[in-house]
């Protein structure tokens, strides 16, 4: 099911209003939200800011987790498991564009820390897979023991 972008704009920045952070992402405005998508089915929205993350349900429209570490650049979950993979913003050494950490929202622990040589652009996962997306090449790891 696919929502129409001014739904999606809506959720989002109805979420804004209760934390206090802005539609702009990114560029040379001063934003309070560095990042925004759906899961693979549409049923859960995450969001990046510079306090840290939180994962919405779409219908009905829900905060379901929320974490305060540190900015997050991108959040991707794992359709509607507690399986998350986060890539920081870079405003922490800890919370690093390069370093990618998988982890359970359940439990809170960090179930794998991956970090590389450039800024990660995107990550991707499926059931099987997990494929991260750098400048110049993509690295697909397995998922059951996140080998390549």
């Known amino acids: 099911r ?8 809506t959720l989002i920045s109805a979420s804004c209003r209760r934390s206090s952070c802005s539609m702009n992402l990114g560029g040379k405005y001063n934003s309070g939200l560095l990042f925004a998508d759906f899961n693979q089915d549409f049923s859960c929205i ?3 800011t510079p306090e840290g ?4 349900n779409s219908d009905p429209y829900l905060n379901v ?8 650049g991108l959040v991707e979950m794992l ?14 050494p800890q919370l690093s564009p390069r370093r990618l950490q998988v982890l359970n929202t359940k439990t809170r622990q960090i179930i794998c820390e991956l970090n590389f040589v450039t800024a990660i652009l995107k990550v991707l996962l499926n059931r099987k897979r997990m494929v991260v997306v750098m400048e110049t090449k993509l690295h697909i ?8």
């Not at 696919?2 to 704009?9: G, L, M, Q, S, T």
């Not at 993350?53 to 919405?56: A, M």
């Not at 790891?141 to 390549?148: A, E, F, G, L, Q």
Request: charged share 15%; aromatic share 16%; no cysteine.
């Open 46 to 48: 995450s969001v990046g």
């Open 141 to 148: 790891y397995d998922i059951s023991n996140m080998k390549i």
């Open 65 to 72: 987790f929320s974490q305060a570490d540190g900015g997050i």
């Open 79 to 92: 359709f509607s498991t507690s399986l998350v993979a986060i890539v920081g913003a870079g405003d922490q």
């Open 53 to 56: 993350y939180k994962i919405f």
């Open 2 to 9: 696919e929502f129409p972008r001014v739904y999606v704009a």
